[in-house]
């Protein structure tokens, strides 16, 4: 089986790898050249291009790029692609991309792998990304079931666990879980850096540890993708930010008031809900 992806990043990549390991030729498209010879050199793909006719070989074609590029780019595809050739993306907002995309290519499939690092680039990619990692499957009542097992059985060989949702559902639990903390996170790292004493910052800076380490790290990745997210999540986003700020609020709150019985009280509870969280 032929598989297509575009956009040769650190999905693109990680998926290119894992495929071609088990067998399938690998045909990945990138806008830059460079990045399909460094593709070829780590054994990512079989062959690469920046022309996106590639594509017309591919049973199943991944889109690995930014939201904003994923409509335009299958705009451009479809008159490469036979009648039966299968379009999948993992963009981490669903609800906008299938609803562009599904009048583009009726084989369309939304996905969205739940997995990645800070890094990004074709050096980013690793092999076993996905292995114990949630895969999200979107499909609409339209959408062809061949498609969607085709789609899901690939998912399972990456060794994912795959996940079956509608695409309004996974953007209102995404962005409790992905895009708030982002933003959270994004806002952690500019308080402490609005430090007025300089010293203390340069001091804050030495003292950092694994605490900060692990609540700032999605704040200090890509920019791009946290504008995306806020852009075609905007809605679910602001719902959620406002939640959020009600309840640092309520904290502040019991702090200014030395309400320690009160403040325990709501660690007790957050304590007491993270074990239901599937981390």
Known sequence: MNIGIVGLGLIGGSIGLDLRSRGFNILGVSSRQQTCDRAQARGVVNEASIHLSLMAAADVVFICTPLGSIEPIVRELVPYLSPDTIVTDVGSVKTPIVQAVSPLWPNFVGGHPMAGTAESGIEAAVPDLFVGRLYVVTPTAQTPTLAVDKVEEIARLL??????????EHDRA?????????????????????????????????LASSGFRDTSRVGGGNPELGVMVAKYNREE????LSIYRDSLDEFITDIEAQNWQALEHKLKLTQQARQNYKL
């Open 159 to 168: 060794g994912a666990k795959v996940y079956r949702c509608e695409p309004i």
């Open 237 to 240: 986003l602001l719902r959620s």
């Open 174 to 206: 995404v962005a409790w879980i992905s895009h708030l903390p982002l933003m959270a996170s994004a806002t952690l790292v500019a308080a402490c850096d609005r430090e007025g004493d300089r010293d203390i910052v340069n001091l804050a800076q030495h």
